[in-house]
Each structure stands twice: as C-alpha cells, then as structure tokens.
C-alpha cells in the first residue's frame, strides 16, 4: 500500500486530486454566483449578504484559506502536468491533428492551462478590487453599519475597462468548465460510455448557464448605468 | 484495372539515437490503390535502394494488425486517418493521387528512437516486468471450472487483452502518457479471479513504473482511444485509477 503522499504525487493521484479540487471550485463558483445575483434583489439584499459573509470572522478565514488551497492546489496540479508534457515530448511532431470520434481534444480541452492562468490573475484582480476595495459604510434597516459594497460593484461595472474585462475573462469560463466538468469526474474514474456522454452534455449546460450568469452581472449593470430606473436595480 | 498513383512523401530520417535528424522527401510515381502503407514503404525502400540511397527504417513483423509492431505518424495521427486500423492494414486507396504524407516516429522520451521510424518501446516491457503478471503455483493444471468467471467480466477482460502494445496511444497523447496501455494491461488481468490476488500491488507498482519511464500525465484528452487500433475505450483508464484508490485502503 502506497504512502498517501506517494499517492497523491503519483500520476493517477495527480489527477485525481484534479478532478476533486475543481468538483470543490465548481461549488464555489455555484454558491458565488447565487449570492452574486442578490445584487438585483431588495436593495439592502446584497449588502445583507456581503455582511453575513463578514460576520462569520475566524470561520470565513477558514473557508478563505480552504479556497485558496484549492485554487492553488488546482493550478499547481494543471500547471505541472502540462509542464511535464515538455519532459515526456522533447521533441514535437511536425504535423499533429487529432483523430476525431472519442477523441475530446478540442480548444476547451487544449486551452486548459491557458484559461485557468488567465482565471487566476483575474481572481487577485478581483479580490484586490471588491474584497480590498474602498467602500462607504452604509446602515442597514436593521440598524448596523455594513460596508456598501453594492455601490462599489455598481461604480466598478460602469466603467467600461470592468464591465468589459470581467465579461471577457468571465466568458472564458465557458472553455474551462465545458471540460474541466466532464474532465473532473473522468478523472474520479467515472467510466461507463453511457454516463460520460450525460456528464458532458451537464457539462455544456453548467458551463453556459454558470458563464452567462456571471457575465450578465457587469453587462447589466453597464447598459443600465447602474440606473435605479432599471427593472432589475431597485434603490428604494 | 487501378492506376498507378503519384504520392509526394516527406519522411523521418535519423540516423541513430544521439544524432539529430531531419526530413527527407521523396516522390513515388508507382503507388498502387490495393498496397498496404508499408508495401509502399517496401517500395520507397526499393527505390533509394537502386538508387544507391539508404533505405527508411520501419518498424514491422505480422502486417496483419495484431503484433503491434508497426505504429507510424503519417500526417499527424498514429497508424493515420482510419479508425481501429493499424497502419500495416491502412491501404493506399484511402489516399489519391497527389497527396502529400508526412511519416514520423512517434514521439516521446520514453521511445528513444533507434534509427528512423524505430523507436525502442522496452519500457512498456518493464511496466509490464513489474506487475503485468499472475503468479501461478507450479504443477498440474487446475480443474478449468475450478474458478468461475462472470461473462461479462471476461467479455470485459478479452476487450482489454486486445492491446497489442503498439504505443499509439504514447504517440498520439498531447502528453505523451501511457496511460491507456498501462489501464488495459492492469484491467485485463484484475478482471479475472487468478489476477485478483495481485491487484492492488499491480496497480502501484506498473502506475509508479509509468512516471519512472518518463511517460507524461494523462489529461484526459481521449486522443488514446481514438487512435487505438484495436478501440480500446478510456475505460481501461477508469479501472486503473480504481484499483490505484482501492489499493489505499487494501
């Protein structure tokens, strides 16, 4: 029996610790995008949210310091294994293409590493942004003082160089997730034809629903001006 | 009464492992539709050699698709463009007068090549050598029904078997892994009861030989699968990556 270290470095551990790092990530992003979308809800909605998140103290440290592992951990995994490609292939084929039928090479499958680089340098962008960021307080119907995070996220999306950066880089999520769903659970040695072709349709699915979910946010809140007129922006 | 087809071929040549190599091309005039791709290499060869040239190193043995031994890149795919066919049983009317073909040695650290389009592919012989194996007592034979099988597995099992090892699944993965070797070979084994016994030491020990051979990380790319000459699915993946986990808590 294999150490649990020698096991997790081995390559079939690799990538199963992949595969559960991004079920992990995946999670997250679901539970992101649905605290996320209280922005359009009572206007107190999305500051309610964000202070709730606040109030938990040492336990989001917790939580923070889990997904950052994760995030982490993920990267570490992806960039390595692409890394190593390098070592197993010095040298490359002058022609490649790809066979087709069961092959899943496609631009999502091979543009993993790229997307997942591209993610990461916009996550420190936009914790350092929205975490870190400079906001009002503001006081709640219940009396307490929250940070207004809801007129930063409305100030940063009016602006064209956010609004259109995050969709960008939001929309990439489609080539990530569209593989790394179907990726992750092949990789947690899901093996039957029948499930794989389910799990990648439900990867298509999430991938556009999760994609559109979070660029309808910047996209909104930009054509809108962030309008209290707005059907879905209420400030009263 | 088939004509004779003009193919415009570009070629690996390399003239032993520690010197560089390079293409060289040349153009058959005399391809015929019914030769298989390494009779057109046998006339190549025919050619340079008349020619006074050296001849291009191939890898070949059965030229009926079972001993693995031929596993050519032409034009980007290994065995080329047909599925569950390997390139000694690839003929030439799948091509037309013309074309160009680029033949490779399929590339990866762990197929260092010997000369040419021959590559040494012992290290799927030493994944093997450390778990690709039932220990049997010696003596006489077991009674056969001494041991049931489940159909399926061995239905299973024999898809498994099929591998003959050729390595293109090596040669066709963006990473070079042998995963799909490595998870037919361990699959085809622990389906059955005498492979049991030795199923999560078999797991370990030919998974952790696949990283010491310098073979890449699978990505799940599925390419394996597509260029297997005998079709063998990701599955065999799946099943390797089981056995690994299940030898965790064995």
Partial sequence: MPSFIKAINSQVGRKIMTGITGIGLMLFLIGHIVGNLTIFGAPEAF????????????????IEAGLAFFFLYHTILGVSIWWNRRKARPEGYKK????????????????????????????????????????EMVKLASGEMARDLRALVIE????????????????????????????????????????????????????????????????????????????????? | MSKDMTIHL????????????????????????????????????????????EPVEFDYDCREGICGSCNLVINGQAHGPKAEVACCQLHMRNYKDGDKITIEPPRAAAFPIIKDLVVDRSAF?????????????????QEANALPVEKEKSDEAFEYAACIGCGACVAACPN???????????????????????????????????KEEGFGDCSNFAECEAVCPKGISISAIAEMRRDYMKALVS
Avoid at chain 1, 48 to 57: A, C, S, V
Avoid at chain 1, 108 to 119: D, E, L, P, Q, W
Avoid at chain 1, 215 to 236: E, H, K, Q, R, V
Wanted: aromatic share 14%.
């Fill in chain 2, 176 to 210: 070079a892994s042998a995963s799909l070797f490595t998870g037919a070979k361990l699959a085809h084994l622990n389906k059955f009861p005498q492979g049991e016994v030795e199923r999560s030491n078999r797991a370990v020990a030919m998974v952790d030989q696949m």
């Fill in chain 2, 125 to 141: 012989d030493r994944i093997i050598e450390v778990g690709g194996y039932v220990s049997v007592k010696t003596g006489s034979a």
């Fill in chain 2, 10 to 53: 570009k070629y690996w040549k390399q003239a032993g492992p520690d010197v560089p190599g390079h293409f060289e091309e040349y153009t058959l005039d005399t391809v015929n539709e019914h030769m298989s791709f390494l009779e057109m290499l046998d006339v190549l060869n025919e050619e340079l050699q008349l020619k006074g040239k």
């Fill in chain 1, 96 to 135: 490649y293409q790809t066979k087709g039928g069961p092959s899943h090479q496609s631009l999502a499958s091979k543009s993993m590493v790229y997307t997942g680089i591209i993610i990461l340098v916009f996550l420190v962008i936009h914790i350092w942004t929205f975490k870190f960021g400079d906001t």
């Fill in chain 1, 156 to 236: 940063k999306f009016t602006d064209p160089l956010y609004a259109f950066g995050y969709t960008f880089v939001l929309s990439l999520l489609i080539l990530h997730l569209s593989h790394g769903f179907w990726s992750a659970f092949t990789s947690l040695s899901m093996k039957s034809k029948e499930a794989s072709k389910k799990v990648q349709m439900g990867a298509y699915g999430f991938a556009i629903v999760i994609m559109l979910a979070f660029i309808f946010i910047p996209l909104y809140i930009y054509f809108t001006g962030g309008s209290c007129d707005a059907a879905l922006i209420s400030c009263n």
């Fill in chain 1, 47 to 62: 500051n309610i949210y964000t202070k709730t998140l606040e109030d938990l103290g040492p336990l989001l440290y917790v």
